[in-house]
């Protein structure tokens, strides 16, 4: 199964072009399996989403993407989000009680919202979002690098705002997945891998030489 994991919805998230309907139009034509909207600060759009879901017969997961003291990270299988800014250890352990899961977003992205080295301590991740769709190669595979180091899954999100832009870069997962809670399973069980669209299909990332290449 095939899903964008970074995705944003103008609703929540101010910087964003698209509306829900056209986003999983836009996905089904470049042939993911489901999306995740994962908007800033907010998830908000769950309700709504859930309808569109099941109206369109199209998986939509709804995380966010959270600003830390130190970077921005996805979660994901959380209902209730902090009412307050955190820092990165703190949040994840919040995620983490409640059964969810936090990964490190962009983390070597120059906007001063990335992860950076941090992402090779001990804080806890359930993956590294080694391919972003508005991040530069050699920076997602220092991504890439760092998953590796720390034996973590790599994921791959379009960070789409405008429509030609979603699903650029996804993830693949075995199996179907249904509901959050098993996207949550899915990702900690360290089996996904990034994908790429080109030419009308998905193709898997062969990261592993890249970084040696670097």
């Not at 909207?37 to 569109?52: M, P, Q, R």
């Not at 059964?99 to 804080?123: C, F, Q, W």
């Not at 069980?189 to 290449?213: H, I, M, S």
């Amino acid at each position: 199964m095939i899903i964008d994991m970074h995705i944003h919805e103008k609703t929540f998230s101010f910087d964003s072009f698209m509306q829900l309907e056209d986003i999983v139009e836009k996905g089904k034509s470049r042939g993911l399996d489901g999306i995740c909207i994962t908007d800033h600060e907010s998830n908000g759009l769950a309700g709504y989403a859930k309808k569109v879901s099941q109206e369109l017969a199209y998986p939509i997961f709804v995380g966010a993407e959270i600003l830390t003291y130190e970077c921005d990270v996805l979660i994901f299988g959380i209902d209730e989000l902090p009412a307050r800014q955190m820092h990165g250890p703190e949040l994840s352990a919040y995620v983490q009680q409640r059964g969810g899961v936090i990964i490190s977003a962009h983390p070597y992205r120059k906007n001063n919202r990335g992860m950076e080295d941090t992402i090779l301590t001990d804080i806890h991740l359930g993956g590294i979002e080694g391919f972003n769709g508005s991040t530069p190669l050699e920076l997602n595979l220092k991504a890439c690098e760092g998953a590796l180091y720390r034996d973590l899954p790599v994921l791959g999100g379009s960070d789409a705002h405008r429509l030609d832009r979603v699903g650029r870069y996804a993830t693949k997962f075995p199996g179907q997945i249904t509901c959050m809670a098993e996207l949550v399973e899915a990702i900690k069980a360290g089996t996904a891998k990034p994908v790429y669209y080109e030419r009308g299909v998905y193709r898997e990332f062969q990261y592993e030489a890249l970084v040696d290449a670097i």
